[in-house]
């Protein structure tokens, strides 16, 4: 199983970036993808959440309106397009794929900085 998340970098406020999770090794469109994040000193957060087959998304409050999430069964990468970036948005971003407790797998992560 493989989880890569791409896309990250430095962006300034206002801005935005497409985080993609490119992802091999299991059935894909069987699982719900979420990307979450964690920032320096906190706790990790879900930020985004797609179900399989049909889905329905949810997203956290601090982030609803800006981002919005996507999956390809086709290509089995889920998206997380992120606009009007805000500093507190820095942190390291990770999708995540679950279907149950012993089906449940991680990328690596990738840093997202919005700074000036």
């Known amino acids: 199983v493989q989880l890569v998340e791409s896309g990250g970098g430095l962006v300034q406020p206002g801005g935005s970036l497409r985080l993609s999770c490119a992802t091999s090794g299991f059935t894909f469109s069987s699982y719900q993808m979420s990307w979450h994040r964690q920032a320096p000193g906190k706790e990790r957060e879900l930020v985004a959440v797609?179900?399989?087959?049909?889905?329905?998304?949810n997203y956290a409050d601090s982030v609803k309106g800006r981002f919005t999430i996507s999956r390809d069964d086709a290509k089995t990468t889920v998206y997380l397009q992120m606009n009007d970036l805000r500093p507190e948005d820095t942190a390291v971003y990770y999708c995540?794929?679950?279907?149950?407790?012993?089906?449940?797998?991680w990328g690596q992560g990738t840093q997202v900085t919005v700074s000036s």
């Open positions: 797609i179900a399989s087959a049909g889905g329905v998304t």
């Open positions: 995540n794929a679950r279907l149950a407790v012993a089906r449940d797998y």
